[in-house]
């Protein structure tokens, strides 16, 4: 089966320590974006809440914008493990099953996360074209899920008729747009019924009920 591979990022220290100082930079500024905002983030900030002189950051981040992302680096590093671990665990062979689970780990990841899961969305607060781990983590998402599709429409177990790279766009639209609906709290007007995991989760598979083979399912 096709696997995403695990990211070997530990996890960050909270303050700085000799040596640690990009790493305790990180962790300041979720700290900032979970307080108060990311519109209060701000290199000198984050090295005022890191304990370290305000011209320490600058060898490291000249703008907000490189802070943020390296917060995103972060953040994807976590994603790539999350839906890896999801996909190890669905424990199937079957390619749709697989693709599900990575849906799945994404949705989860998000909620736990929605910090790191704001940053690494908009492309307006980070560099993401500058960052080669941003592309590159990214990309080896997209071409697993490519993969996985592309082996389940080759054993006839894709609906006919779907085209292959709007249903990839879809499915990337559907588990983003539930996981910005459970964070951005819209849940409760637009369906009140379940607790947002649990819709989220009824969601993707429903969607990925639609668009497998009837002779597949």
């Known amino acids: 089966?096709?696997?995403?591979?695990?990211?070997?990022?530990?996890?960050?220290?909270?303050?700085?320590?000799?040596?640690?100082?990009?790493?305790?930079?990180?962790?300041?500024?979720?700290?900032?974006?979970?307080?108060?905002?990311?519109?209060?983030?701000?290199?000198?900030?984050?090295a005022k809440r890191a304990g370290v002189s305000p011209g320490a950051p600058f060898r490291h981040f000249r703008s907000k914008?490189?802070?943020?992302?390296?917060?995103?680096?972060?953040?994807?590093?976590?994603?790539?493990?999350?839906?890896?671990?999801?996909?190890?665990?669905?424990?199937?062979?079957?390619?749709?099953?697989?693709?599900?689970?990575?849906?799945?780990?994404?949705?989860?990841?998000?909620?736990?996360?929605?910090?790191?899961?704001?940053?690494?969305?908009?492309?307006?607060?980070?560099?993401f074209d500058a960052s080669a781990s941003l592309r590159s983590q990214n990309e080896a998402i997209r071409q697993v899920m490519i993969d996985l599709l592309t082996r389940a429409r080759e054993r006839g177990q894709l609906a006919?008729?779907?085209?292959?790279?709007?249903?990839?766009?879809?499915?990337?639209a559907l588990v983003y747009g539930l996981a910005r609906m459970a964070i951005d709290g819209h849940f409760p007007e637009w369906h009140p019924t379940e607790p947002p995991s649990q819709a989220m989760r009824l969601a993707l598979r429903l969607f990925i009920g639609r668009v497998t083979a009837r002779s597949s399912s």
């Open 65 to 127: 914008a490189a802070l943020l992302t390296a917060v995103a680096e972060q953040a994807m590093s976590r994603l790539t493990d999350a839906v890896a671990e999801s996909q190890s665990n669905a424990g199937s062979g079957e390619p749709l099953a697989a693709f599900e689970a990575i849906g799945q780990g994404y949705l989860r990841w998000a909620i736990a996360n929605p910090t790191h899961f704001e940053i690494i969305s908009s492309r307006t607060l980070i560099d």
């Open 160 to 172: 006919e008729g779907l085209d292959f790279d709007h249903l990839v766009l879809a499915a990337r």
């Open 1 to 46: 089966m096709t696997k995403l591979p695990h990211s070997e990022n530990a996890e960050r220290p909270r303050r700085y320590h000799h040596g640690n100082l990009v790493e305790a930079l990180i962790a300041a500024t979720v700290e900032i974006i979970e307080e108060r905002g990311v519109e209060q983030v701000s290199v000198r900030e984050a």
